[in-house]
């Protein structure tokens, strides 16, 4: 199991993503990309979709990566890793290539649930090996914070913005992590830049598994959460303990709730701190929406529980 | 050994032959066989290549980028509808100076559906920085799909080629094709070096990265350099192709009865064929007809096509698709290839056979008898088409 020294070992060794990067100060990126690619010890090629990441880390002529590294577009990070992983196969088949190589994507929610569905998809059903992360902000942060279907029930962005008749986001967000785990890939899991240790671990058993690995990982986005520019890691981790985002894993089909926080924060606690929910705090009518946004959170905690309960108890009988 | 197959048949044994690191390919008609006849290889052990069933062509063209970047020789097919998804990032492939060869089976583009030929989606690629050959019969389709992976691999070059064949009528038509031996083709072929590949893991390289005005403009212009290759390569290619197997493909297109001619039609694609039939014709009867038939469209050979039809009088231009509110794409570069001189023919031009509607021998005649009284710049004159 890594631990914050041989992390930080790694980092000193080999510094994949190099300092010089233009991702804003206070950023979690940058925090949740090291730690990902400093837990992998064999070589690997990454390949980024459109968004912050990408726009901050490969301004030609310069370039902040140290390993191989494409983007091409927004919608087809999945497609263009899953093409370097059959490359990989083909070469490798033909007698061309003779190596161990780890295959990594990353995106953004926007380009995860929103216009990269589809090729994650496709992806994940073709089954090839590869980690994909989503580093969720939860919203079109490098467009200028438009809403996506990640952005939290009630939350302002530029197009779900606190308007007299509408206030914020009218929908609840999608539950991404389930719809890949309904594709019975080897290895799925929700992870918070808010605690790195788990991620890191998260990522290790990932990469144990042969074919598609999918990492949904919050990281705070200052700029757009509307919160002080250094908190990232206290707002994400009061996610985690409002229950909001629960750290969890679905290996071979198990779940498994990796961290059960021992009391109930309400998930008001969270919001508070963040300028996007603002306005719930100022009308009776955002009371009755914090009320929702509440029951939302518990339901989907509770079926979470029920689905590790169900998965581990399938255990205990065939033992 | 001749042998009796359909267009599709031809391209796939070509592509056999090549045997690609990666084919990444999604179905769509009429495209869908070459896909169906690859699968077969592979899954029957007689290709080593790594097929990537996608789930869209949009994600066709993405893997082929990955892949094509990672280091593999890769190859796609598509047509229409499909070309249209790949086309956001076929730019892409040509900016990455990729060299992705892939068969189009020429169908028209929606609306309304239509499964039928016309080169509506290979003008929709046209400015994408792929360079793109049309072919006259399943044999050209086979043979120009070798030559595409030799061209597109050429250093300097270094760019996706599209090889256009009309759906239905060359694609399912079964004709006599003489497939070169599995040895001689991939001699021809030769090996490929790729340039910077992302699997070279102890040299990374950063691919696709994010070009403001002070960048943008300079790399589009190496794009430019690329094409500025092709014509060089694309004769060289041809007359190693002539040498390996006796086969004589010279120049950037054929001309047909050209010399002396006073009346020529301009055209791509299989259409050719047919007009071919109505060139002998009205020679037979004395008449000073020729033909000129396109084989490389992108990048388009000004000078040799001007060259080309200098002494001819009347030029009936035959565009197989519309580009709303201007002449057809083929008809602008031919009067751009006569701007700059003295002596131009009358361009006249033509739109025929949207949505696969046949274009017969007799109409082509009515056009070469019609093209001496009908003035230049008098906007679009339909081929077969009820008004």
């Known amino acids: 199991m890594p631990n914050i020294k041989t992390l930080a070992a790694r980092q000193e060794k080999q510094v994949r993503l190099t300092p010089g990067h233009s991702l804003c100060a206070g950023c979690a990126e940058p925090m949740v990309v090291r730690t990902v690619l400093n837990t992998i010890e064999d070589p690997v090629v990454v390949a980024n979709a459109t968004g912050c990441l990408e726009v901050a880390t490969s301004r030609y002529p310069g370039t902040a990566w140290n390993v191989p590294w494409i983007h091409s577009a ?13 490359a990989y196969k083909g070469l490798t088949r033909m007698g061309k290539l003779n190596r161990r190589i780890r295959f990594i994507a990353f995106a953004g929610d926007g380009g995860t649930y929103d216009i990269g569905l589809q090729s994650l998809s496709g992806a994940l059903e073709r ?40 206030p914020g986001k009218p929908q609840d967000r999608k539950d991404l992590t389930a719809i890949v785990a309904a ?12 605690n790195l240790i788990d991620l890191a671990n998260k990522v290790e058993r990932a990469m144990s598994y042969d074919g598609p690995k999918f990492l949904n990982v919050l990281a705070t986005c200052p700029l757009g959460w509307r919160t002080q520019r250094d908190t990232a890691i206290p707002v994400a981790k009061l996610a985690v303990e409002t229950r909001y985002w629960p750290l969890y894993e679905v290996a071979e089909g198990r ?56 998965t581990q108890e399938g255990d205990a009988d065939e033992a | ?52 069933p996608v789930e869209s062509e949009h994600s066709a063209m993405s893997a082929c980028v990955g892949a094509a970047a990672a280091g593999g020789r890769v190859m796609t097919a598509t047509a229409s509808q499909g070309l249209a998804l790949m086309v956001e990032i076929l730019y892409i492939a040509s900016s990455m100076r990729l060299p992705i060869v892939m068969a189009l089976a020429n169908r028209a583009l929606s609306g309304p559906i239509n499964i039928h030929c016309d080169h509506s989606d290979a003008y929709l690629a046209r400015d994408a920085g792929a360079v793109q050959i049309f072919t006259e019969s399943a044999q050209e389709a086979y ?24 759906g239905f009528t060359l694609t399912h038509s079964v004709q006599v094709v003489e497939p070169l031996k599995d040895e001689v083709a991939k001699r021809f072929v030769g090996t490929y070096t790729p340039n910077y590949p992302l699997l070279d893991v102890e040299h990374p390289s950063t691919w696709g990265p994010f070009a403001m005005p002070d960048y943008y403009f300079e790399l589009k212009r190496a794009q430019v350099a690329g094409m500025e290759a092709v014509p060089e390569a694309f ?36 259409t050719a064929g047919t007009a071919k039939v109505v060139v002998d014709k009205l020679r037979d009867a004395g008449e000073k007809v020729g033909l000129l038939k396109m084989w490389m469209y992108r990048p388009f050979p000004y000078a040799a096509v001007a060259e080309a039809l200098a002494g001819v009088k009347q030029v009936a231009v035959l565009d197989r698709a519309l580009s ?62 009820r008004e």
């Open chain 1, 74 to 86: 927004f919608e087809n990070v999945a497609a263009t890793i899953t093409g370097v992983e059959a």
């Open chain 1, 127 to 166: 089954g090839h090996d590869f980690l994909y992360v989503c580093i969720n902000n939860e919203a079109y942060m490098n467009t200028g914070v438009q809403r996506s279907s990640a952005t939290p029930m009630c939350a302002s962005a530029t197009t779900s913005p606190v308007g007299e008749e509408i």
């Open chain 1, 183 to 194: 594709h019975h890939v080897p290895f799925v899991a929700q992870a918070s830049v808010s």
């Open chain 1, 255 to 310: 779940y498994k709730v990796n961290y059960k926080p021992k009391k109930h924060v309400p998930v008001e606690e969270w919001l508070k701190i963040q300028g996007r929910f603002r306005h719930l705090f100022k009308t009776p009518e955002g009371k009755q929406r914090l009320e929702a946004f509440q029951a939302a959170v518990d339901r989907h905690w509770e079926d979470l529980l029920k689905k590790e309960k169900w």
């Open chain 2, 1 to 52: 050994m001749r042998k009796v197959m359909t267009g599709h048949k031809a391209v796939a044994e070509a592509m056999r032959q090549i045997e690609p690191d990666v084919v990444a390919v999604y179905p769509i008609t009429p495209q869908s066989e070459i896909a169906e006849y690859y699968a077969d290889y592979v899954h029957n052990g007689r290709v080593r290549t790594e097929l990537v």
């Open chain 2, 143 to 166: 043979d120009y799909t070798l030559i595409a992976q030799r061209l597109a691999e050429r250093k300097g070059v270094s760019l996706p080629v599209i090889v256009n064949l009309d």
């Open chain 2, 235 to 270: 004769l060289e290619i041809q007359k190693a192709y002539e040498e390996e197997t006796g086969r004589k493909y010279q120049g950037y297109f054929e001309p047909y009865r050209l010399e002396d001619a006073e009346r020529a039609l301009v055209v791509m694609g299989s």
């Open chain 2, 324 to 385: 709303f509110g201007a002449y057809g794409a083929l008809y602008t570069d031919l009067a751009a290839a006569f701007v700059h001189r003295d002596q131009a023919p009358a361009l006249v031009n033509y739109i025929y056979g949207l949505g696969g509607r046949d274009t017969t021998p007799e109409q082509l005649t009515q056009v070469f008898e019609e093209m001496s009284s009908v003035k230049p710049d008098q906007g679009l004159h339909y081929i077969g088409l």
